[in-house]
């Protein structure tokens, strides 16, 4: 197709340049038309802005990573008569355009979508569900907790007490997490920084233990029953991994 552009006008490689020119420009104005009519229009009307609020930059990004250009543009250009004017450059445009958008953002989009965390709003309503339901049944705990060491007439183990708190508390903060996505960015969330490390540190006992029984320090029946607990924390921590 390069062959058949030769002309005084412009070579292959200069119609080649200016096609990956047009392609970045229909990529940039892309974005730039769907954040302008995302959020523009709530800036310009508290009403508007009131009935339905700005969703999170990563879904006009994902919306505007997935504006592929198919038939119709193909079907447009070779609507051109066959005397029209540059006729072969604009059919060279189209398709580059085209195979470039379907190639370069196609394939990629799975993975934007997943790099930035959007989900469905159905997945969503669901989280919340979860977060809230979560919350609640931690609050509930909490009470339950509080009742408790009022009744007690020994003074509590302090330790445990806080540890039992902190725990319902990291339960709580991972289902919010989860909707909010922070564990995407670049900061790390409290929750996920005592996730990863205490998993490391769970691993880090575990081996202990087995080098314990390899020495003969420690036999299997004792073995399984520690390791047991280590798997079963092990298990929570995962069941909140918020890991894209």
């Given at each position: 197709?390069?062959?058949?552009?030769?002309?005084?006008?412009?070579?292959?490689?200069?119609?080649?340049?200016?096609?990956?020119?047009?392609?970045?420009?229909?990529?940039l104005v892309r974005f730039a038309w769907?954040?302008?009519?995302?959020?523009?229009?709530?800036?310009?009307s508290?009403?508007?802005?009131?009935?339905?609020?700005?969703?999170?930059?990563t879904y006009p990004a994902v919306l505007s990573w997935a504006g592929m250009r198919g038939v119709v543009s193909l079907a447009a250009?070779?609507?051109?008569?066959?005397?029209?004017?540059?006729?072969?450059?604009?059919?060279?445009?189209?398709?580059?355009?085209?195979?470039g958008t379907l190639v370069l953002q196609g394939l990629?989009?799975?993975?934007?979508i997943r790099r930035l965390g959007v989900v469905g709003r159905e997945d969503y309503t669901d989280r919340l569900a979860?977060?809230?339901?979560?919350?609640?049944?931690?609050?509930?705990?909490?009470?339950?907790l509080d009742q408790l060491l009022a009744e007690e007439t020994t003074p509590p183990h302090e330790d445990i007490v806080d540890k039992l708190?902190?725990?319902?508390?990291?339960?709580?903060?991972?289902?919010?997490?989860?909707?909010?996505g922070s564990t995407t960015n670049a900061d790390e969330s409290p929750t996920a920084f005592y996730r990863r490390l205490r998993t490391e540190m769970i691993r880090a006992e575990r081996d202990e233990f087995v080098r314990l029984r390899d020495s003969g320090e420690l036999d299997d029946e004792v073995l399984r029953?520690?390791?047991?607990?280590?798997?079963?924390?092990?298990?929570?921590?995962?069941?909140?991994?918020?890991?894209?």
């Open positions: 197709m390069l062959q058949s552009l030769r002309s005084d006008a412009y070579s292959p490689a200069e119609a080649l340049a200016w096609s990956l020119v047009i392609l970045a420009v229909v990529i769907v954040y302008a009519g995302t959020y523009l229009p709530r800036q310009l508290r009403r508007i802005r009131e009935r339905d609020p700005a969703p999170p930059w250009a070779f609507a051109l008569a066959t005397d029209f004017p540059q006729r072969d450059l604009i059919l060279f445009i189209t398709f580059v355009v085209v195979f990629t989009l799975p993975w934007v979860e977060a809230n339901a979560q919350y609640r049944a931690v609050r509930a705990g909490l009470e339950r708190r902190t725990n319902a508390q990291h339960r709580s903060n991972g289902a919010w997490e989860r909707i909010s029953a520690v390791v047991r607990d280590l798997d079963l924390e092990e298990a929570q921590l995962a069941r909140f991994d918020t890991s894209p």
